[in-house]
């Protein structure tokens, strides 16, 4: 089955620059979309198709992808930052299957 | 503005099915321009992809769960709605109704995502 592997933990000072991956074999042919969520709350798109932003999102929200590796850098985090982070993307098949990848907790402080 | 919001019940038994619909309202199902789709995230756990479906009806499941996973979609009521089959404990979790983006890859297959706009979510407990 397809995955898509992040780091579980990612820990940044207010100010700095932070930087989650996101890895899978069909991240070169397929896009990445990435995903904030506060606890207790609905996930939040903050990155689609790769690096594009939605309305509303920060401009220190950025995204990109290199090969089998798409990531999201948040540059001069916020502590109001701090939350998981889930990528996505889809498999390499024909029949479409959404994955998701495991999520990263962000702590700014 | 765009809104979706679960409704059904919170508490399913085991062996059961369990039932959910999304209402959506500020967009129009029929006018075939999303897929729409729902989310799940078992409690303290990450978000698992269950399925989507477009306008007419056409589907794409989760082969995990696909042989247990119905979405279908009433246009005329502009709701879509999930069934999962032969619950267990493990299906417990909040699941999420949301808008999906689409495109077609260069091999010219679909891709959904979910979108912008999530419901709020609803909390379904498998318990006797």
């Known amino acids: 089955s397809y995955e898509l592997t992040q780091p579980p933990s990612v820990s940044v000072s207010p100010g700095q620059t932070a930087r989650i991956t996101c890895s899978g074999d069909?991240?070169?042919?397929?896009?990445a979309y990435w995903y904030q969520q506060k606890s207790g709350q609905a996930p939040v798109l903050v990155i689609y198709?790769?690096?594009k932003r939605p309305s509303g999102i920060p401009e220190r929200f950025s995204g990109s992808s290199s090969g089998t590796v798409a990531t999201l850098t948040i540059s001069g985090a916020q502590v109001e930052d701090e939350a998981d982070y889930y990528c996505?993307?889809?498999?390499?098949?024909?029949?479409?299957?959404?994955?998701f990848g495991g999520g990263t907790k962000l702590t700014v402080l | 503005q765009l809104q979706l919001q679960e409704s059904g019940p919170g508490l399913v038994r085991p062996s059961e099915t369990l039932s959910l619909t999304c209402t959506v309202s500020?967009?129009?199902?029929?006018?075939?321009?999303?897929?729409w789709g729902w989310i799940r995230q078992p409690p303290g756990k990450g978000l698992e992809w269950i399925g989507t479906?477009?306008?007419?009806?056409?589907?794409y499941y989760n082969p995990s769960l696909k042989s247990r996973v119905t979405i279908s979609v009433d246009t005329s009521k502009n709701q879509f709605s999930l069934k999962l089959s032969s619950v267990t404990a493990a299906d417990t979790a909040v699941y999420y109704c949301?808008?999906?983006?689409?495109?077609?890859?260069?091999?010219?297959?679909?891709?959904?995502?979910?979108?912008?706009?999530w419901g709020q979510g609803t909390l379904v407990t498998v318990s006797s």
């Open positions: 949301a808008r999906h983006m689409y495109y077609y890859d260069s091999s010219g297959y679909l891709c959904t995502s979910p979108g912008g706009y």
């Open positions: 500020g967009d129009s199902i029929s006018s075939g321009t999303s897929y």
């Open positions: 479906i477009n306008y007419s009806g056409s589907t």
């Open positions: 069909s991240l070169p042919k397929k896009y």
């Open positions: 198709e790769d690096s």
């Open positions: 996505y993307s889809t498999d390499s098949s024909g029949n479409h299957r959404g994955v």
